[in-house]
């Protein structure tokens, strides 16, 4: 079912580490060989043995129109045809910055990058020099990209500071960087109470989705923002993958909270390799050439990456796209918690616009340490079952789902019918 799959793997451990180019498409986690693909259309991908299935992982985000959406197809072509980069500015580049602060009203002003690990970085690097001071604050479960100062796993205790989660990281780049636990507000208020005055920044995704799909509650997020402007810490949600993904206005939009800065990837390239920061005006006049911040891109604003991302915008943009993307959504995830509940398999889930989470755990997860909890083994037994059946889900129980405006009710019922056969065998 999988030769060519395996076959492809086979060559690609000699030339290239573990056989892939990032680490979760290993299938370290579930086990098996990872699955080579040919081709994408809307909601569907083909594997090289020729094997269909539906999509729910979607690039890991930006195809939320489907794959291969004919007028990105074409705004992508029209644009290679006159030029694919020239390191200069574009008009294309200035249309989408105006797209972003039109749609996300907390961003003043914003910067492209080519990849949202830079767009996060810098933006710490930002919030470090606006306020002169050097301690972040993240929260363990969030991934914001593999830069050195965030890749850190919790200390002993609730306000310790964080150790290197990678090897090559040394101990003094991250013994700036604090974790606390995701959705725990008495934490979170006792390290401010301790350090507020010392912290550059607080970085959160709003909406995680790197521990699966975890919603932090409204007054967490209202204490977060309120904490941050007392003690003058920047605030900076990492959009990535919510952005424009959860809704046109991201989870700051279905919060209501504005962050300072914003950081952004995933759907603002529809495909293509583009992210950005951006916020308040008067930090972000601090980065060069205005002010002492040094970032730089030759690739930032890619004629070609900006094409894909305008045409992708300007489409989820349109009246009713997130409440029909959101309808599926809930449907979907409804009826396979259905399935699961009538098989006496222990399931929650939540999703919100196109974003889902599924876990085999009664209670729905709020943080990293519940997640953990969830059953694991039954995942990977799901995971491998839904694959044979032609559903593809992400290699992982701690990566969020994604569903795209393509996945129609024909997808949705078999993917139900696929979960409620899997559930037998568990």
Request: net charge negative; hydrophobic share 45%; aromatic share 8%.
């Amino acid at each position: 079912m999988y030769d060519q799959s395996k076959q492809l793997f086979e060559k690609s451990q000699r030339v290239i580490p573990g056989g892939v180019n990032s680490p979760v498409r290993a299938f370290r986690s579930v086990g098996g060989t990872p699955i080579f693909f040919r081709e994408a259309k809307g909601a569907y991908m083909w594997d090289v043995d020729g094997n269909k299935y539906i999509d729910y992982i979607g690039s890991w985000g930006p195809a939320i129109l489907g794959h291969a959406h004919p007028e990105v197809v074409a705004a992508v072509q029209e644009r290679a045809a006159r030029g694919m980069s020239f390191g200069a500015p574009t008009e294309a580049e200035l249309e989408l910055a105006e797209r972003l602060v039109a749609l996300l009203p907390s961003i003043e002003q914003v910067r492209l990058t080519s990849s949202g690990t830079e767009a996060t970085m810098s933006a710490i690097r930002l919030a470090r020099g606006f306020t002169g001071r050097t301690k972040i604050l993240k929260f363990e479960g969030c991934y914001h990209g593999h830069g050195d100062a965030l890749l850190v796993k919790a200390g002993s205790g609730a306000l310790t500071f964080g150790h290197p989660s990678s090897a090559g990281v040394p101990a003094d780049v991250v013994a700036n960087t604090l974790v606390l636990a995701y959705n725990e507000l008495d934490e979170l208020e006792k390290a401010f109470a301790e350090i507020g005055d010392e912290l550059a920044c607080v970085i959160i995704e709003p909406i995680a989705g790197n521990m699966n799909f975890v919603m932090p509650s409204r007054e967490y997020l209202n204490a977060l923002r309120s904490l941050c402007t007392k003690h003058g810490a920047v605030l900076i949600f990492d959009e990535v993958m919510t952005g424009f993904r959860v809704g046109l206005h991201g989870a700051q939009g279905h919060y209501g909270i504005a962050p300072d800065l914003t950081t952004l990837g995933k759907v603002i390239g529809g495909g293509m390799p583009v992210g950005a920061f951006g916020g308040r005006r008067d930090i972000m006049a601090h980065l060069a050439p205005l002010g002492g911040v040094y970032q730089a891109g030759t690739l930032s604003g890619n004629p070609v990456a900006v094409a894909a991302g305008l045409k992708t915008l300007e489409l989820v943009a349109k009246p009713g796209f997130f409440d029909s993307l959101a309808a599926t959504t809930s449907k979907m995830v409804a009826g396979v918690k259905d399935a699961a509940r009538a098989a006496g398999v222990p399931m929650s889930g939540a999703s919100l616009g196109g974003m889902f989470g599924l876990y085999f755990s009664e209670k729905l997860p709020t943080n990293y340490a519940e997640v953990m909890a969830a059953d694991r083994e039954r995942f990977n037994i799901y995971f491998h079952g839904m694959l044979a059946r032609g559903i593809y889900l992400a290699p992982s129980a701690f990566e969020a789902g994604f569903v795209s405006a393509m996945h129609d009710s024909s997808d949705v019922e078999a993917t139900i019918l696929a979960a409620r056969e899997v559930f037998k065998s568990l």
